[in-house]
């Protein structure tokens, strides 16, 4: 009964899966095609009292939406998918709804909300006997850690060391395939402790196999991340290579969402733009329109704002990293301090202090401190 050329029965959320859009993108890696497949698959199996794997189409749908940036849909449909799983008691379609309504409370900055449902949602799986699903929904606490921007309490550092310490034990013996959204989060767990060369040797290999399994999804996030990594390490043609693939797939789907939530994005999409502009390629892979709407998109969203107390601003036009590094310039710290407590090379750093001058219309760093602080009086 699925519409005719889709075929339904390869479809697979795999024991250890936790996005249900990204099984279905094995199949097709299409939003365009998937979307009318959801919409006629929820239509067809809406029931006053609906078959539990119809969670399945109300999640992977609302996944979706929350990628095209439309929060309020994806919040409601993933919901109604939570609440079919909830009353079927289906742990391996309740958690990756669980995961999935955890990120866009992530996204739009409620922090402490996040942890909230966190906690309610492990207990219901543990209450229901599924202490294995709610060892999974433990990264998505990992994700949160590395997005948040208040200090967080000792107690938490330690729980997210442990989980990446213990799930790279796990992934160790052999990988997998349906492991990705926990290797995943141990690489945003290693960037945001600054351990970026070790996130970058699990990033290659997890590619590669994204690319084999045809993990479009996963790929994508991956490139993404593989980006980052390579520009705090100053390696910039590298990094741009690396989130022109992203944007490629990214730009096909409309998916803007993911770009929108990453700390140091802004940095990464200006120097792609100052990459492209100087090697130009015929036809573009990626239109600047689209990374200039990204660009703009980013600017408002509340989960990049700088931590609770910093000395600096977003009102005086620099990324959450220059601000980061704008604050410790203020504290009078060495270049090399710097460089070590933001995890990145004092070749980063310093171009970073270029931007900061440059966009302060300051000649050094003493004089970029005290125009800020003009700025923010």
């Known amino acids: 009964m699925a519409p005719k050329g889709f075929i339904l029965r390869r479809i697979e959320v795999n024991p250890g899966g936790m996005s249900i859009l990204r099984a279905f993108q094995i199949i097709e890696p299409s939003y365009a095609k998937l979307e ?22 109300y999640v992977g749908y609302g996944e979706m939406m929350f990628e095209r940036n439309r929060l309020d849909e994806a919040e409601r449909l993933i919901r109604q998918g939570l609440a079919i799983a909830e009353e079927g008691r289906s ?38 006997g599924h ?23 000792a107690s938490a550092v330690r ?8 799930t790279e034990l796990m992934l160790s013996d052999g990988f997998p395939i349906h492991y990705y959204y926990c290797a995943i989060a141990a ?64 730009e096909r789907n409309r998916s803007v ?33 689209f990374v200039k709407e990204l660009l703009s998109l980013g600017t408002s969203n509340p989960a990049r704002l700088p931590r609770a107390g910093s000395a600096a601003s977003p009102g005086i036009g620099l990324t959450v990293k220059e601000l980061e590094v704008l604050e410790l310039l203020a504290q009078g710290l060495p270049n090399p301090q710097i460089a070590e407590r933001l995890g990145i090379t004092t070749g ?28 923010l009086k």
């Open 131 to 153: 202490r294995y699903w709610s060892r999974l929904l433990e990264a998505e606490r990992v994700r949160l850690f590395a997005a948040e921007s208040e200090k967080l309490p």
């Open 187 to 250: 690489v945003r767990g290693l960037m945001a402790f600054g351990k970026i060369e070790e996130a970058l040797r699990r990033i290659r290999p997890l590619i590669e196999m994204a690319e084999k399994g045809r993990r479009f999804g996963e790929r994508q996030e991956l490139l993404m991340l593989q980006a980052l990594c390579l520009m705090r390490q100053n390696r910039l043609n590298a990094a741009a290579v690396s989130i022109e693939s992203a944007l490629e797939s990214a």
């Open 36 to 57: 009318p497949f959801f919409c006629s698959m929820i239509e067809m199996w809406r029931q006053d009292r609906p078959f539990v794997f119809s969670s399945m189409f």
């Open 257 to 289: 969402r993911p770009f929108m939530d990453e700390r140091d994005m802004p940095e990464l999409l200006d120097l792609y733009i100052r990459f492209r502009r100087s090697k130009p390629v015929s036809p573009p892979r990626v239109t600047f329109g």
């Open 348 to 375: 980063t750093l310093r171009n970073h202090v270029s931007r900061i001058c440059r966009k302060l219309s300051a000649g050094n760093r003493r004089e970029a401190v005290q125009r800020a602080k003009e700025l």
């Open 91 to 128: 742990a391996k379609l309740y958690a990756p709804a669980a995961a999935a309504l955890a990120g866009i409370y992530r996204s739009q900055g409620k922090f402490a909300e996040t942890r909230r449902w966190l906690d309610e949602a492990q207990s219901r799986l543990e209450e229901w």
């Open 159 to 166: 729980r997210v060391e442990e989980w990446i310490r213990d």
